[in-house]
T-cell receptor, first 113, second 113 residues
């Protein structure tokens, strides 16, 4: 049973517009969430994270929102750039087993120039 | 600082054989995690090692095993290979503190024929 879900396998956005990537989780023990970006033939790279004690975290063009009651988080990229085209993975861990980070299936983002 | 190094990058094996993949973490990182990536499934957690001890394990059969050496380098072994084991195997390291992000290598692409 997939504990971290990304229901949109792909997303296309025009350059300069906002990209919104969504993620849902089922395990209420998760208390730390991360987003990773992956280019072809490379390993994933860490983008941004959020703790369950916050509902928003911002880093430049990237903002992650967390809605604990809905068990939902989203990554906003503003403005989107062609170099943002990649696969984005949502990931989560629980305080009781922080050594086990669970990833979603990923969303492929294409930013069209 | 050198990143996470995985060897080999590509591997072709025959069903029934066994394979060993290697991972050198970032210097100073004591935690090493292994993931399997297949299309549509995202990154599936295999196991995590810290100071030569397996701290956590995913839902994979016993054919998948790993170990970590005193210098934090890690190996994973898959015995009696099956066609379904064809995947990208990713290794990630981190210092070991709670919620520190994973740093991934570029992976080993295993093809089983």
């Amino acid at each position: 049973d997939q504990q971290v879900k990304q229901n949109s396998p792909s997303l296309s956005v025009q350059e300069g517009r906002i990209s919104i990537l969504n993620c849902d989780y089922t395990n209420s023990m998760f208390d730390y969430f991360l987003w990773y970006k992956k280019y072809p033939a490379e390993g994933p790279t860490f983008l941004i994270s959020i703790s369950s004690i916050k509902d928003k975290n911002e880093d430049g063009r990237f903002t992650v929102f967390l809605n604990k009651s809905a068990k939902h988080l989203s990554l906003h990229i503003v403005p989107s750039q062609p170099g943002d085209s990649a696969v984005y993975f949502c990931a989560a861990s629980a305080k009781t087993s922080y050594d086990k980070v669970i990833f979603g299936p990923g969303t492929s983002l294409s930013v069209i120039p | 600082k050198a990143g996470v190094t995985q060897t080999p990058r590509y591997l072709i094996k025959t069903r029934g054989q066994q394979v060993t993949l290697s991972c050198s973490p970032i210097s100073g990182h004591r935690s090493v995690s292994w993931y399997q990536q297949t299309p549509g499934q995202g990154l599936q957690f295999l196991f995590e090692y810290f100071s030569e001890t397996q701290r956590n394990k995913g839902n994979f059969p016993g054919r998948f095993s790993g170990r970590q050496f005193s210098n934090s380098r890690s190996e994973m072994n898959v015995s009696t290979l099956e066609l379904g084991d064809s995947a990208l195997y990713l290794c990630a390291s981190r210092p070991g503190q709670i919620n520190s992000p994973l740093h991934f290598g570029n992976g080993t692409r295993l093809t089983v024929t």
